[in-house]
């Protein structure tokens, strides 16, 4: 099986993220997405920015049901919910922790419910236990953003038999700062997911300014 490792790394850290690390808090994080909101989805096109694609192709392979309660967890600018939504699933809430980045979100028009709330680093989300069919995350597991406890509320919050899609990007997926590897581990040790499918993708296609950059795709079956 290929790995996150299979392809270098040459991806060009955007001037905002540059000196993000595993060390970083949430609110510094947040900082980071305030100042960027208003031009990050001109970033995403010119970057080749592909992670939200190849998630929602893999949530769409595994959960045939167009009317299942989606959660986009650290939605953004709303990338996924709009790829999701051409896909013919109707009912997504979105969840991200920066106010101005769900503002851009909203303005697309594809989301029920906006939700800020916080994964992983302590925080608890406001959203009950075993309330989602499925949840998305796509571009929320990588440098000095989520660390691998974020796993532990998605786990939480989608109901048995339930789908959970995510990405790990290839700079961070066998860090031990972040855990994702351990994590991962002990999960499908413990029989709390059933893995579906792991592929490596795209995070950023080849461009002459940015380089390019995979991730580990992860689609697992909530016990």
């Known amino acids: 099986m290929a790995t996150s490792q ?4 040459t991806y060009q850290l955007p001037p905002e993220t540059r000196e993000l690390d595993a060390s970083t808090t949430a609110e510094n994080l947040s ?8 031009t990050y989805d001109s970033y995403t096109t010119d970057s080749k ?4 694609q190849r998630c929602a192709l893999k949530l769409k392979e595994f959960l045939p049901d167009k ?4 959660l986009d967890a650290g939605a953004g600018t709303g990338l996924c919910g709009a790829i ?3 896909f013919g699933y109707p009912n997504l809430d979105a969840l991200d922790m920066n106010s101005a980045m769900l503002e851009i979100a909203m303005k697309k028009g594809v989301y029920k419910n906006y939700i800020i709330g916080h994964m992983g680093g302590g925080h608890t989300l406001t959203i009950p236990t075993d309330t989602y069919d499925a949840v998305i995350c796509a571009g929320v597991f990588t440098r000095g953003h989520v660390h691998s406890d974020g796993l532990d509320e998605l786990l939480r919050i989608v109901k048995p038999g339930g789908i959970l899609s995510f990405t790990v990007r290839q700079d961070c997926a066998d860090d031990p700062a972040y855990g994702f590897a351990s994590k991962i581990k002990e999960f499908s040790s413990n029989g709390a997911w059933k893995l579906l499918s792991r592929t490596t993708e795209d995070y950023h296609a080849p461009t002459a300014n940015y380089g390019s950059c995979v991730a580990d795709v992860y689609t697992f079956q909530v016990a």
Request: hydrophobic content about 35%; overall charge neutral.
């Open 67 to 70: 009317d299942a309660r989606i």
């Open 84 to 86: 999701l939504k051409e």
């Open 31 to 38: 900082e980071v997405y305030t100042k960027w909101a208003e």
């Open 49 to 52: 920015y592909t992670a939200p």
């Open 6 to 9: 299979s392809r270098q790394f």
